[in-house]
T-cell receptor
Framework: AQSVTQLDSQVPVFEEAPVELRCNYS??????LFWYVQYPNQGLQLLLK??????LVKGINGFEAEFNKSQTSFHLRKPSVHISDTAEYFC??????????????FGTGTLLAVQP | KAGVTQTPRYLIKTRGQQVTLSCSPI?????VSWYQQTPGQGLQFLFE???????NKGNFPGRFSGRQFSNSRSEMNVSTLELGDSALYLC??????????????FGPGTRLTVL
């Protein structure tokens, strides 16, 4: 079964500094990866996704992620963060299980805390 | 296009009661999935429905059930509520249910508190 590891439970960073949120997944023949963001008292919003093709994926709000198959990683980056980026970020992998399904396996989340 | 809607947004119940949560997917979406989010266990998959059929189920007891109607709206039911069922219940919809390549869009969730 697929699994996702987000090693950092919390990442403090100053405003306008760069940030990287780490995500590693268990190896599979093919994998589809997602980053979602959750603001307080809200649902999940899709930031970006990797399905195939270019390993560098660009998403909304200036975020990007790089798929690295050899390191089984899908780290999320932003060159300059804003206070409004303070939220919880979840990495997820689609678990096909050999059949058609939309089941997502989520990491434990990383709280990005942007300080002025 | 309207997003995924969930009703009610907040619920307070007592142990032993049952509860029904509702989810209306984005228009045209046929797949609806449910997730439970708690501080201790994080985000966990409950089940997925596609064309009124349960296609996948997570590791939850039989007290958790769901269904999908012909208009793709879905409901989930939890019977004999326990304190540990207190959580944010999230619904997600996707278009064609083709599996891994289908992006899921989440609703705002229903916050269930069991006293």
């Amino acid at each position: 079964a697929q699994s996702v590891t987000q090693l950092d439970s919390q990442v403090p960073v100053f405003e306008e500094a760069p940030v990287e949120l780490r995500c590693n997944y268990s190896s599979s023949v093919s994998v589809y990866l997602f980053w979602y963001v959750q603001y307080p008292n809200q649902g999940l919003q899709l930031l970006l996704k990797y399905l195939s093709g270019s390993t560098l994926v660009k998403g909304i709000n200036g975020f990007e992620a790089e798929f690295n198959k050899s390191q089984t990683s899908f780290h999320l980056r932003k060159p300059s963060v804003h206070i409004s980026d303070t939220a919880e970020y979840f990495c997820a992998v689609s678990d096909g299980g050999g059949g058609a399904t939309n089941k997502l396996i989520f990491g434990t989340g990383t709280l990005l805390a942007v300080q002025p | 296009k309207a997003g995924v809607t969930q009703t009610p947004r907040y619920l307070i119940k007592t142990r032993g009661q049952q509860v029904t949560l509702s989810c209306s997917p984005i228009s045209g979406h046929r797949s609806v999935s449910w997730y439970q989010q708690t501080p201790g266990q994080g985000l966990q998959f409950l089940f997925e429905y596609f064309s009124e059929t349960q296609r996948n189920k997570g590791n939850f007891p039989g007290r958790f059930s769901g269904r999908q109607f012909s208009n793709s709206r879905s409901e989930m039911n939890v019977s004999t509520l326990e304190l540990g069922d207190s959580a944010l219940y999230l619904c997600a919809s996707s278009f064609a249910g083709t599996g891994r390549t289908d992006t899921q869009y989440f609703g705002p969730g229903t916050r269930l508190t069991v006293l």
